[in-house]
C-alpha cells in the first residue's frame, strides 16, 4: 500500500491492527516511515518513529537511514542530528 501511495489507508489499516493487539516489528514501522518520508511528510514520519520508540520496538540501521536521508532531503538537519 505504501508503496502504490495509499499512505492514509497504509496508516488506518496499521492503527487497526494496533487496536488487535498486532505487535508491530521494525520491518512494519520501517515501511510506514519511508512512504511517508518519499511523499515529503517527514513529520509523520518522526510521528511513527517516536511511536515505534515508545513501544520499545528497537530502530535499526535502515530506520535511521530513512530518517535522516528524508530529513536532509527536506532541510531539516537540526531534526537529523537529533535522532
Known sequence: ???EGMLDEAL???GILLEHHYVPDVDNYN???LGFSKS???DL???IFQMMVNKRCMPNEITYTILVEGLAFEEEMDLAANL
Open 1 to 3: 500500500m505504501c508503496r
Open 12 to 14: 488506518e489499516i496499521f
Open 31 to 33: 515501511t510506514l516511515i
Open 40 to 42: 515529503h511528510q517527514v
Open 45 to 47: 514520519s518522526i510521528e
